[in-house]
């Protein structure tokens, strides 16, 4: 399978999540620059973290009107897989791929720290590979990652089981000590009714390799490539 | 020459003289406004030159030595460092937020001249004690934050003090590292008669006017009016430059890259002409400007930010433009290379300033002035007034350890993106910080270094003792020293005492880089750190990186595994002078810092990367302020692991307090497995170095049994919650 991963200017983990699928996955990689509208044939796209056209206005909000999001968007009706990251998070509910909203971390500071994420849900193809219940550990980096509903939508999300990952104390306690933003329920990850697009503040692709602190990121995106490996067989 | 106009360029009534005698004629405004620039202490290191040179910058890695945007040092595998510090001082002393967010950007663009991506950020600051200064301190790390966040860079490491002295004149210096393939490293010589000089990035405006003559003057009640002297970053379109300019990095048709930093256009092409050989003809009218009605005078100082020049070969800028279109970079042919050695300046098709660029570069004046030790009797200490058995030592490190000055700085550093890249594999928290070099093993350690108490007590002694400290920051991790680069913070050199620490200090340096075997390549100096005549500390901020082959055998500082033997290497001694222990202990800020013995220095460090080299140990840690037990603490607390230590006999003349407090240089806390025990003895014979035992891993206390016992949580408690 192929991954692609789009490059606005002002995206940074562009790079880091390339070389996790060349040399860590072991997949194809295409970088899909903003002003082009050829998803290269890509099967999951990856919007990765950064500061999207400098998050002028607000995160993600320019980023939305970019040439390759008309495409991305249209792969994503089509059920193909979107994922985003940090700033990708941010983008896919500009976008109105997701609901909800990213807001300014209630501690008022950027955060760059590892987080302990619950994991609720192992039956999309983001998260095959892990169990309902599990912990896993991963870090974040953002300013503003505190994810805001409304209560309908949120009631709705609860609902329909569409709470991927929470920000939970090792123990997979979800307690507001282990909340780092100050998200509603300590929601860090979420993913649209159909299960293929999943957005997520903290980042996977900073923990793919042991010298880095940890490998649970890896396991996404395993999840991805054997999921799909299954689904084409 | 109305006094007046002379203070708005910073320069001298016999400057204007010597001017006039180099020109043969009188400067026109746009002409004095240039040279007051270019002559600013800021610029020309006037008064810091003639010490300069006694500072080594030779060495088989060496690349390029100062005089560049950056210094260059070679690692291996067809790989080199690009690096350096610089200060950003005045401008956060009066806007904190911007002030430390466009020094990250002008150190960022000072590497990516040298052809380098930038990888890493550090910053070393100073403030006055909180709460008092908390402004500033929230104003410059949110800056600092602001930008490199944004920026995409990470930030892994520097320093954070508190003293009394920076209150009001808070010292924020930026070191970037960045990485360069030795074949596309580039030099920012204008040369080829013809050639285009493309400015690109961001349009020019008024702000930053001046900012090199007002750092070079001290602060006083008028320079909150110098706030539009601070420029505003836009660390997005930086982020743009830099991923324009790597892309252009081989193209045959870019010839140089030079930053635009101090002293703005002027700067950028008199020093690039310079180093070419060359002249230069600039068309104000041709530069993109984001305001109106703006003077040739005002188009050629601006300091607005994120703003790069590129030397061009004629007729083949068509090539270059895509990539800029690409990152949608503004961009201009604003004049071209001349082989006349002059800088021309044109507006409406008339010349408006036309000097010889050594006039504008390497005639600017040296001052030489007289130097004067303060009395030698100030700051003495006598230790026999002090008992030499602590109350307790327990109490001690809880209260030392939980100091702003020694506590964790986590609570800056979470707020920096310390992780993108994927490459920081040691993260900020220990002694250096490490980027390892995607597709290699090479591993690249980083660390700032200044212990300005140490400096103030005897600016020689604490000049060694920086460098050393630095060194062994970098050999904890188990990489070698390579080279540094130098921010020296002082203050107001027309003050004797001041001109003295400057004279001391560099030879202090000169001294232990010779010893240690490490070239300065790079640097910054500022001076005038003075608030209503009050002066800083002397602080000699000392940038160092250093290389192992393979960074899956760094070492960190933590603690890591139970059942490890936990050892002291180097000797102890009575060394409480300008110690942490005497300060926070006794209220005490006196005494001679300790002696550093460079030899016994070298081989301690010798001795840690044998070791280290031969993978016999599992952790490493300097020994610095505070002595052997917060560094003992500290291991503790960074690995969340206990350590259980016999009893310490006290041994002939060595106080209690020295014992466990004290700050000999050249020690380490280390740990190892018993297997590496005998090996860890032949070696430290071998290189003529001391190891004493002092207990083993496990549990969670730190306990000296017999004596006192502390649990891990307590300690953790009060070493991270130092900023709560």
């Known amino acids: ?233 | 020459m109305a006094a007046k106009k002379l203070r708005e360029v910073a320069l001298t009534e016999a400057e204007y003289q010597t001017i006039v005698e180099l020109l043969g004629r009188t400067p026109n405004d746009v002409e004095l406004g240039m040279i007051g620039v270019l002559w600013s202490e800021h610029c020309s290191y006037k008064t810091s030159k003639p010490f300069l040179r006694r500072l080594p910058s030779a060495g088989s890695r060496v690349l390029q030595g100062p005089g560049e945007n950056a210094g260059v040092v070679e690692i291996g595998e067809g790989w080199a460092v690009a690096f350096k510090i610089e200060s950003h001082n005045h401008p956060s002393a009066i806007e904190p937020y911007e002030g430390a967010a466009t020094g990250v950007g002008g150190i960022l663009r000072d590497v990516a001249a040298m052809g380098a991506r930038p990888v890493a950020i550090l910053d070393s600051l100073r403030f006055g004690p909180l709460p008092a200064s908390r402004h500033l301190f929230e104003g410059v790390v949110s800056g600092i934050g602001g930008y490199g966040n944004c920026v995409g860079v990470p930030t892994v490491g520097g320093e954070v003090y508190f003293e009394d002295c920076y209150a009001d004149n808070p010292l924020v210096n930026a070191m970037c590292v960045g990485v360069v393939r030795t074949d596309q490293l580039k030099r920012a010589r204008a040369e080829g008669d013809g050639n285009l000089l493309l400015l690109v990035g961001a349009d020019t405006g008024r702000d930053g006017i001046h900012g090199a003559s007002f750092a070079s003057l001290e602060l006083d009640d008028s320079s909150e009016q110098r706030r539009p002297a601070v420029q505003v970053g836009n660390p997005f379109l930086e982020k743009c430059l830099i991923e324009a300019l790597q892309e252009l990095v081989d193209h045959p048709a870019v010839v140089a890259i030079q930053d635009l930093g101090a002293a703005g256009l002027t700067s950028a092409v008199a020093e690039a002409a310079a180093r070419g050989g060359s002249g230069a003809l600039i068309d104000v009218d041709k530069v993109p400007r984001r305001e109106g009605g703006m003077t040739p005078y005002e188009v050629m100082l601006s300091e607005s930010q994120e703003r790069m020049l590129l030397v061009v070969e004629r007729g083949r800028q068509a090539e270059v433009m895509p990539v800029l279109e690409k990152w949608d970079l503004h961009y201009a042919v604003i004049g071209e290379v001349t082989p006349d050695g002059v800088l021309t300046v044109e507006a409406g098709g008339r010349v408006a300033a036309r000097l010889p660029i050594e006039v504008l570069t390497e005639k600017a004046p040296v001052r030489t002035l007289r130097g004067r030790a303060p009395n030698p009797t100030r700051h003495r200490l006598d230790l026999d007034s002090i008992p030499a058995e602590p109350e307790s030592v327990k109490g001690s490190l809880l209260r030392l350890i939980g100091h702003p000055n020694l506590a964790s700085k986590r609570a800056v550093f979470r707020r920096y993106d310390h992780q993108v890249g994927n490459a920081t594999v040691i993260r900020p928290g220990g002694d250096a910080a490490m980027i390892r070099v995607h597709g290699t093993r090479l591993g690249i350690a980083m660390t700032t270094d200044c212990n300005s108490r140490y400096c103030e007590l005897d600016p020689y002694l604490g000049a060694q003792i920086a460098i050393a400290e630095a060194a062994r920051n970098i050999v904890a991790t188990g990489a070698r020293p390579l080279a540094i680069s130098d921010c020296l913070n002082f203050g107001n050199p027309d003050k004797p005492e001041i001109y003295w620490q400057l004279e001391e200090v560099i030879s202090g340096m000169a001294n232990a880089c010779r010893a240690l075997d490490l070239p300065i390549v790079s640097g910054n100096v500022s001076l005038y750190n003075d608030t209503d005549g009050r002066s800083i500390f002397p602080t000699p901020v000392i940038g160092m990186v250093g290389v192992i082959d393979d960074y899956t055998r760094r070492l960190e500082a933590g603690l890591a595994a139970d059942g490890d033997f936990v050892l002291l290497v180097g000797a102890s001694g009575n060394d409480l002078g300008g110690s942490r222990y005497l300060e926070i202990e006794h209220g005490l800020f006196a005494g001679r810092p300790p002696e550093v013995d460079l030899l016994g220095e070298r081989a301690a460090q010798e001795y840690m990367l044998a070791a280290a080299g031969a993978s016999l140990l599992h952790s490493a840690h300097d020994v610095g302020e505070g002595g052997m037990l917060v560094a003992l603490a500290e291991a503790c607390i960074l690995g969340e692991r206990g350590v259980r230590c016999p009893a310490l006999a006290s041994m002939g003349e060595l106080r209690t307090d020295a014992l466990y407090f004290g700050e000999t240089q050249g020690r380490f806390i280390i740990s190892a497995p018993s297997r590496s025990m005998p090996e860890l003895q032949n070696l430290a014979r071998r290189h003529r170095v001391e190891i004493q035992l002092l207990g083993m891993v496990g549990g969670a206390d730190l306990e000296f049994e017999g004596d006192f016992s502390v649990t891990l949580e307590e300690m953790s408690r009060l070493y991270y919650g130092a900023f709560d």
Not at chain 1, 80 to 85: A, D, S, T
Not at chain 1, 118 to 135: K, N, Y
Not at chain 1, 183 to 204: D, K, Q, T, W
């Open chain 1, 1 to 233: 399978m192929k991954f692609g991963v789009v490059v606005f200017p002002g995206t940074w983990s562009d790079r880091d999540c390339g070389r996790v699928v060349t040399e860590v996955l072991g997949a194809e990689l295409e970088y899909l620059w903003h002003q082009e509208k050829d998803l290269k044939d890509c099967d999951c796209i990856i919007l990765p973290g950064g500061f999207s056209y400098g998050d002028h206005l607000r995160c993600g909000a320019i980023a939305r009107f970019s040439p390759v999001m008309d495409s991305v968007v249209r792969f994503a009706a089509h059920g193909g897989l979107v994922w985003g990251i940090c700033n990708g998070f941010q983008v896919l509910c500009e976008t109105g791929l997701l609901p909800g909203a990213l807001i300014r971390n209630d501690v008022c500071e950027f955060r760059c720290q590892w987080t302990h994420l619950v994991v609720e849900r192992d039956d999309i193809l983001f998260t095959s590979t892990l169990r309902r219940g599990e912990v896993i550990k991963i870090p974040i980096s953002h300013g503003e990652g505190n994810y805001f509903a409304d209560a309908a939508t949120l009631s709705r999300l609860e609902q329909n089981n569409q709470v991927v990952f929470r920000y939970a104390q090792p123990d997979g306690h979800v307690v507001p000590a282990a909340n780092p933003n100050g998200s509603i329920h300590n929601i860090a990850g979420i993913v649209n009714r159909e299960g293929n697009v999943l957005g997520m503040m903290p980042h996977p692709e900073r923990c793919a390799e042991p010298e880095l602190g940890g490998t649970d990121g890896l396991r996404l995106f395993k999840s991805v490539l054997e999921a799909f490996a299954e689904l084409v067989v």
